[in-house]
Structures are given as C-alpha cells and as structure tokens.
C-alpha cells in the first residue's frame, strides 16, 4: 500500500499528500455533516485552502534552499504541516537561518497581500466582521489569521519547527554543531511539555500531537547531527614530510593540537605522536 500520492510538480518539485491527511481532511469535513451538506463543502474547501498556505510556506524553505545549491526531494504533507525534504543541509549556519524563515515569511507576505485586499475592499483584516452573512470581509478575515498563525507558530523555538532551526544555526555559529543540536533539542523538549500541557489544559487534542512530534523529531535530529559528526570524522591520509623537520617543543604546537585548517576537503591537524607532536593532513570522508 502507498502512504502518499504526488498531486503535482511545480518548479520542479515534486508536491505529494499523505494518505493520513486526506484522512484528516474528511474527517474534519464529516464534523459537519449535521449542518447541512453545504457546511461539508465549505469545511473541505477551507482546509484546502489551508493546505495550499501551507505548500507555498513549504515552497518558501525549497527556493531559498536552492539559492544556496541544496536540492529538494519532495514536498509532502501531514496532518501536522508539511515537510519539504532537503537533500542536505544548507552549508553555513546564515544560509541554514535564511532556509528556515523563508517559510514563516512567504505567509506573512500573504497575510499582507490579504490585508491589503480586504482594505482595498473597505474591510479590516484586524476587526473582521465575523458574521457569516458578512461574505468576502470575513473570508479574508479567517484567511489572514490562518497565514499569521502558520508563520507565527512555525517561529517558535521548538526543534524541528522553523524557530527551532534558527535557534540551532544561531548556537552553531558559537560552538560545534552537534551540541548546538543537542542544546536546541532540550528546549525543545521543555517547549512540548508546555504545548501538551496547555493542549490537555484547554481540550486541544492537536496540541498535544504537535508536542508528541516536536519530542520525538528534536530525538531523531540529535541523532542524525551525531551521525553527521561520524560520517565525516577525520581519516588519516598522510604525513607530510616537512611535519617530521617541526622542531620539537615548538610553543605554537600545543595550542594548535585542537585547532583543525580545513580548506576545499582537506585538514591539516596537530596530533601527540609518540616521538612528540606530529602534523598530518587527514581528509574528511
Ligand atoms: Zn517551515
């Protein structure tokens, strides 16, 4: 059985569903079947709506990934929120910051579009008249607050959220990547105690999912930065000759022996050998 169909390609990306949110979509729809079939149309087509908010927010971290030569596989979406799969990791921790609000701004560049059509339209987005029969003005009204809440909740700082992925590359702009995670998973963790608590405390059942996900991924992304780490652990490839004719004692050596000069692949590093310290060129595999 297929988990997820693709429903198209633009800009040459692949958009794919997941069978569990087609799932969710018309479970929300048969909610309100009471209400008439209208009410089924007009729930399925918001959450459509919704949907395609979000395919364009997940579009925002593939283009700005592509600026910086980072391919993306696929789009696909969750009950959850989307997720636009990255063939790797944007390289610097400024490009990995500018792929992760990329998202968030797309929807807060439409909510302003929708701000400034509804003001066009002689209504305002921030006191929408919510009444039904109030038409257009509160359409427009329903459809900016779902565009400023998905780039509002995306920036929180919970791993793997947007806001959890600026956090980490502003850690990894001061210590080794792998901690960087790590430190920007446990606050992530603290985030998701909060969102389950808060979901449970006020009914909100997809709170409580959310942090189930945050807690779990922010897990997996520790373990896939320690993985990372080994992949591309140094292997010794060589000992230059001139590292044997360094004189012994050289005062410079012991404050090198931690500090690796890595150029186009290749790094140079100072190692206690038994004769002494000894340079070798190693290479990242
Ligand atoms: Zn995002």
Redesign the pocket.
């Known amino acids: 059985m297929r988990w997820s169909y693709r429903l198209g390609r633009f800009f040459g990306i692949d958009v794919r569903v997941h069978i569990t949110f087609l799932l969710m979509v018309a479970w929300f729809a048969l909610a309100q079947r009471s209400q008439g079939f209208g009410a089924v149309m007009v729930s399925a087509l918001f959450m459509l709506v919704l949907f395609a908010f979000v395919v364009m ?2 579009y ?2 593939a283009l700005m990934a592509r600026r910086f030569g980072v391919r993306t596989r696929g789009i696909t979406l969750y009950p959850i ?2 997720v ?1 799969l990255l063939e790797s990791m944007p390289k610097t921790p400024r490009q990995q910051i500018l792929v ?1 609000i990329a ?2 701004a797309v929807n807060f560049v439409l909510a302003g579009a929708i701000a400034l059509a509804a003001y066009a339209l002689g209504s305002d987005v921030l006191h929408p008249n919510l009444d039904p029969d109030a038409g257009t003005g509160a359409l427009l009204g329903v459809l900016f607050n779902a565009n400023m809440m998905l780039g509002l909740f ?1 920036l929180l700082p919970a791993l793997p ?2 806001g959890g992925r600026v956090l980490r590359a502003a850690l990894a702009m001061r210590m080794p990547p792998v901690r960087a995670t790590r430190m920007a998973a446990k606050v992530a963790k603290v985030l998701a105690v909060l969102m389950a608590g808060y979901g449970l405390a006020n009914e909100q059942p997809m709170l409580g999912l959310i942090a189930l996900f945050v807690w779990f991924v922010s897990n997996a992304e520790v373990r896939a930065a320690e993985q990372q780490a080994r992949e591309t652990e140094t292997q010794v490839v060589g000992t230059p000759p001139w590292a044997e004719h360094q004189p012994r004692g050289f005062s410079g050596w012991g404050a090198a022996r931690s500090t690796h000069a890595r150029t186009a692949g290749m790094v140079v590093e100072v190692v206690e050998g038994p004769g002494g310290p000894e340079v070798r060129v190693v290479r990242a595999r």
């Open positions: 927010h997940e925002g971290h929120g989307g636009a992760a998202g968030p995306n959220m947007d």
